[in-house]
T-cell receptor, first 113, second 114 residues
Framework: NAGVTQTPKFRVLKTGQSMTLLCAQD?????MYWYRQDPGMGLRLIHY???????AKGEVPDGYNVSRLKKQNFLLGLESAAPSQTSVYFC????????????FGSGTRLTVV | GDSVTQMEGPVTLSEEAFLTINCTYT??????LFWYVQYPGEGLQLLLK?????DKGSNKGFEATYRKETTSFHLEKGSVQVSDSAVYFC?????????????FGTGTRLTIIP
């Protein structure tokens, strides 16, 4: 049982380049999320999805786009990377209902130079 | 919206010491409450949870009790080990519409010295 899988685990980009981070879950969860984690800032929500074909903005959505074409996958795109997007990115998923916790991936460490 | 206030870190303790990490929350409705742990270089893992008032969640020697009257969910462990060194996050999840977003605090970094 893989849970939540993120690819790639590490990436270095040059300013202005684009890339896509992939999150895949095999638990049939409805909800999926992208967070970024920066030192001293905790976890900040970028975008999330409450079902296939739906997406919504979190607290720090600028510079990112997402897509949820299949229930099990949630893609995070950076169209033109900036050094301020250097961070560790985490994907998470859960079921609807407040008594369910989140399952997190192991993270993608992105450096933009 | 939901919010959480966690004990400021970092916290440094000696092995076998007693641990308390304070957490208070505000949430609409009747939330479930969670503690997550993040070990170095890893993602967050669910540590324990409680879904109703006076429930006690427990796991790996850690405990936390859902206190509705004080809106608190403090994390405790009687005797910490070096392997408990990690960052701990408290998070309420609201029961009403909008519960799809889990609210995380900034986390409390715990270091246990031998």
């Amino acid at each position: 049982n893989a849970g939540v899988t993120q690819t790639p685990k590490f990436r270095v980009l040059k300013t202005g380049q684009s890339m896509t981070l992939l999150c895949a879950q095999d638990m049939n969860h409805e909800y999926m999320y992208w967070y970024r984690q920066d030192p001293g800032m905790g976890l900040r929500l970028i975008h999330y999805s409450v079902g296939e074909g739906t997406t919504a903005k979190g607290e720090v959505p600028d510079g990112y786009n997402v897509s949820r074409l299949k229930k099990q996958n949630f893609l995070l795109g950076l169209e033109s990377a900036a050094p301020s997007q250097t961070s560790v990115y985490f994907c998470a998923s859960t079921q609807s209902g407040s008594f369910y916790g989140y399952t997190f991936g192991s993270g993608t460490r992105l450096t933009v130079v | 919206g939901d919010s959480v206030t966690q004990m400021e870190g970092p916290v440094t303790l000696s092995e076998e010491a007693f641990l308390t990490i304070n957490c208070t929350y505000t949430a609409t409705g009747y939330p479930s409450l969670f503690w997550y742990v993040q070990y170095p270089g890893e993602g967050l893992q669910l540590l324990l949870k409680a879904t109703k008032a006076d429930d006690k969640g427990s796991n790996k020697g850690f405990e936390a009790t859902y206190r509705k009257e004080t809106t608190s969910f403090h994390l405790e462990k009687g005797s910490v080990q070096v392997s408990d060194s990690a960052v701990y996050f408290c998070a309420p999840r609201g029961a009403n519409f909008g519960n799809e977003k889990l609210t995380f605090g900034t986390g409390t970094r715990l270091t246990i010295i031998p």
